[in-house]
């Protein structure tokens, strides 16, 4: 299996920000989710994957070719949705779908339009008018009329309704069934990736936490519930972070295993949702500066 996204040692500082030796590779087949809490550089790796910007070190390969070199050719297989405006804000739908169609040498007219329809968009309609639930759709709309091998979705669904984000999720269930394409999206529903995601990139303070498949953070991962009389000062060192509270705390362990072991008969032993895993995550970093 080919890796359709590899990233080694990417660095990119900004004056309070620093993305630090970031190496990932995504395989092709599967839908991989990339949480972290505001601010910690998801915008900007992916904007470094669609070569929007640069980075100071590190290479970027898609697809296998380098993203700078072979810009157009990497471009043609990526369905890029963003909530930030990438058309002409003057330009009607219809005809922003004109501009962009000879663009891919792939595209096709008929898988347009019955996404038009389905997602109700107006075709006479100005861009700067549309809701950004629109724009979204619209994106959408155009990255899945061009037979896209890879989808990167900028938190594609904060602007949408509930009932689309659904539909939407299943669109995008449907869009990997044959195995040869991938999707990346970065989000902070977690509940999205719960329901669709294969991988999960966790990314913290522009540092990777985690990459890794869905099933196994729940065999890796421990939530603790307990009294506070069981956390000494070398135990609390076991804990990814802590939440106290009155008498009680509440931690992640990365260690399920040895967790479970020390804690099974004095405290509730629970699997973590990806929520927990990365409330306790960020929560640790900070208590640890
Ligand atoms: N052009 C820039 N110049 C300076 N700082 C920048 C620039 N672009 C981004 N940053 C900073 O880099 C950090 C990471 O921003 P980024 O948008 O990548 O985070 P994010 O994880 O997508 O956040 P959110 O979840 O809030 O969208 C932020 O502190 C941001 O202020």
């Known amino acids: 299996m080919s890796d359709v996204i590899r990233l080694d040692h990417l660095s990119k500082s900004y004056d309070r920000f620093e993305l ?11 839908i991989t989710g990339l949480i972290g809490p505001n601010g910690a550089g998801k915008t ?8 929007m910007i640069y980075p100071d070190q590190g290479n970027i390969l898609m697809f296998g070719q380098n993203n700078q070199l072979n810009q157009a050719a990497v471009k043609e297989r990526i369905g890029y949705v963003s909530d930030e405006n990438i058309y002409y804000e003057n ?11 000879p663009f891919y040498t792939q595209w096709n007219e008929d898988t347009y339009m019955k996404y038009q329809e389905l997602f109700k968009l107006p075709p006479g309609k100005k861009i700067k008018d549309l809701s950004k639930g629109m724009k979204i759709k619209f994106s959408l709309a155009v990255a899945l ?9 900028d938190e594609p669904t904060s602007g949408l309704d509930p009932i689309f984000r659904r539909e939407m999720l299943e669109l ?3 869009h990997i069934q044959d195995e040869k394409k991938s ?9 999205d990736l719960d329901r669709i995601a294969d991988y999960i990139v966790f990314i ?16 890796q991962y421990l939530l603790v519930k307990g009294g506070k009389e069981l956390l000494d000062r070398d135990v609390r060192r076991w804990f990814v972070g802590i939440r106290e509270s009155g008498l009680g705390f509440e931690g992640l362990i990365s260690n399920r295993t040895e967790g479970e072991r020390y804690f099974r008969d004095t405290a509730i032993c629970e699997t973590p949702t990806l929520e927990e895993i990365m409330y306790f995550t960020v929560k640790g970093s900070e208590t640890h500066v």
Not at 44 to 51: D, H, R
Not at 183 to 191: A, G
């Open 20 to 30: 630090r030796d970031i190496s990932l590779s995504l395989k092709e087949g599967f």
């Open 44 to 51: 900007s790796l992916i904007k470094m994957m669609m070569g």
């Open 91 to 101: 330009l009607t739908v219809k005809q922003m779908k004109k501009v962009m169609a």
């Open 145 to 153: 009329s061009h037979d896209a091998d890879l989808l990167i979705m």
């Open 172 to 174: 995008l269930s449907e």
């Open 183 to 191: 999707i990346l999206f970065s989000t902070h529903n977690t509940m």
């Open 204 to 219: 913290n303070e522009g540092r990777i936490v985690f990459n890794e498949m869905k099933e196994s953070l729940s065999e």
